[in-house]
């Protein structure tokens, strides 16, 4: 016999963060050669792997007080790097219209 897993959504596994910032405390590391490339790791987490210095470069903290990067969701970051260790994202820029 066999069966389907699904997986709980996130906002089931952890409650919405009151004021948009991350629970957790993140260093974050830039992509090299993709720089609106991101990966966030809990402060008492270990750097995953594939972090290697001549490829990322370590680009700052968010510690609940600094406002996150555009492109980072919080929620998402608070669960999936519960269950990876780190949660990448893509920081991008708004443009101003005309």
């Known amino acids: ?4 897993t699904v997986a709980p959504a996130p906002s089931a596994l952890a409650p919405p963060n009151s004021v948009g910032r991350p629970s957790a405390r993140f260093n974050v590391f830039m992509r090299r050669d993709a720089q609106e490339l991101r990966c966030a790791v809990p402060e008492d987490r270990a750097v995953p ?7 990322w470069a370590f680009v700052g903290r968010l510690d609940g007080e600094t406002p996150a990067p555009r492109g980072f969701d919080t929620r998402a970051a608070d669960v999936l790097a519960r ?8 920081e991008w820029e708004r443009h101003a219209a005309g």
């Open 1 to 4: 016999m066999m069966t389907d």
């Open 49 to 55: 792997a594939f972090i290697v210095a001549q490829d």
């Open 83 to 90: 269950w990876n260790g780190f949660y990448l994202f893509e």
